[in-house]
């Protein structure tokens, strides 16, 4: 289980217990029924749900060893793993284009809310 990634475990945990509501829906069918498959029925929604909690915690413990590891400040999705700073730096860079100018730009924003705005002043239209 080493090898495997935080997002391939939960991944994993998620597809189960998608599979354990499945067997439920068999579980509730069989004993609607009065079928004698409801005990294995029900056997194997517990088996599949208590699988599914033990994925997500063991994706849970990978995620922060990887953000330990990597020493990301935020807390990213358990189904994406976390970046390092210089990752998150060079996206910025070269997807965005955001520099120093864009985030003082961005932050001088006019930010009021339209209806605190003065609207009388907005040139008629040609």
């Not at 597809?15 to 005990?39: K, R």
């Not at 056997?43 to 020493?71: C, H, P």
Request: proline share 3%; charged share 20%; glycine share 6%.
């Amino acid at each position: 289980m080493n090898r495997l990634r935080a997002t391939t475990i939960t991944f994993i945990a998620y597809v189960m217990l998608i599979v354990a509501i499945f067997l439920h829906a068999l579980f509730v069918a069989a004993l609607a029924l009065g079928s004698d498959l409801a005990a294995l029925a029900g056997s194997a929604t517990l088996l599949v749900l208590g699988a599914s909690v033990a994925g997500f915690m063991m994706g849970a413990k990978k995620l922060e060893e990887a953000r330990a590891a990597v020493g990301v400040t935020y807390k990213p999705s358990i189904f994406a793993d976390p970046l390092s700073a210089e990752e998150v730096e060079r996206y910025l860079e070269t997807r965005r284009g955001t520099t120093e100018a864009t985030v003082t730009r961005l932050h001088d924003r006019d930010v009021t809310p339209l209806r605190d705005r003065d609207v009388t002043s907005v040139p008629a239209a040609a």
